[in-house]
């Protein structure tokens, strides 16, 4: 900083302008200290942390969503599909299935008060649908199984067809509910038509709940 001014007067010490004829003085800017690398990290973490957290199982709050949702719809399951006939109870799965993806995302949302795209939606509702599928093989491992290998499964699955099958189509049904590898065959392609069709439903409820949701909040 220049300690004369122009017009001969001593300047003040730091001084903007004279203090005499009001020139202005050439005042140095200091520099812009560095931000320190810990106040760099601490905001890059504080960024990280306002941000949407990502939808998977890692995600511990949609995780537990999923979980309470499945526990909820394997409990009206059961009772639904004993209700009415055969069409209408299997029409009612499937609308509560979707229905499950849709309620997932309304409790996450509730829960943490983040909106979900449609694909969080989606990703929602799998998990959803996963959890779901491994409740229904817990509950099928419990009761089906000890009830294959004592015979019931076969005398009511006889029962039920025997008004529609002629002798010679009972006979090979027998024969495949006698063999251990088609049994287990016929299991695996139910389990793998109902994970399917279970992350199917619930994603897109998932998406659906995720949809109307946004639509609600920007109305």
């Known amino acids: 900083?220049?300690?004369?001014?122009?017009c001969g007067?001593?300047?003040v010490e730091n001084a903007r302008f004279c203090h005499r004829c009001g020139a202005p003085t050439s005042v140095l800017i200091p520099e812009e200290e560095a931000v320190p690398e810990e106040v760099?990290?601490?905001?890059?973490?504080?960024?990280?942390?306002?941000?949407?957290?990502?939808?998977n199982f890692s995600n511990g709050t949609a995780v537990r969503v999923g979980l309470i949702v499945a526990a909820i719809s394997m409990a009206i399951f059961g009772p639904l599909a004993n209700l009415g006939g055969g069409g209408a109870s299997f029409i009612g799965i499937v609308l509560l299935t979707i229905f499950a993806g849709s309620l997932s995302v309304w409790f996450y949302q509730r829960r943490t008060g983040e909106p979900l795209t449609v694909v969080a939606g989606a990703r929602l509702g799998w998990i959803t649908g996963v959890f779901?599928?491994?409740?229904?093989?817990?509950?099928f491992t419990i009761?089906?199984?000890?009830?294959?290998?004592?015979g019931e499964i076969q005398k009511l699955q006889e029962a039920a067809l025997k008004q529609n099958l002629s002798d010679a189509d009972m006979m090979?049904?027998?024969?495949?509910?006698?063999?251990?590898?088609?049994?287990s065959i016929l299991v695996i392609l139910a389990m793998v038509?109902?994970?399917?069709?279970?992350?199917?439903?619930?994603?897109?409820?998932?998406m659906l709940g995720a949809k109307l949701?946004?639509?609600?909040q920007s109305l």
């Open 193 to 206: 038509v109902h994970f399917v069709g279970a992350t199917t439903l619930t994603s897109i409820g998932g």
């Open 40 to 55: 760099e990290q601490l905001l890059e973490a504080v960024e990280l942390k306002t941000a949407p957290a990502e939808i």
């Open 1 to 6: 900083m220049a300690e004369v001014c122009s």
């Open 132 to 139: 779901i599928f491994a409740l229904f093989l817990v509950l």
């Open 172 to 183: 090979k049904v027998r024969e495949v509910f006698e063999s251990p590898v088609m049994v």
């Open 9 to 11: 007067t001593q300047l």
């Open 213 to 216: 949701l946004r639509r609600d």
């Open 143 to 150: 009761s089906f199984i000890p009830a294959l290998e004592s």
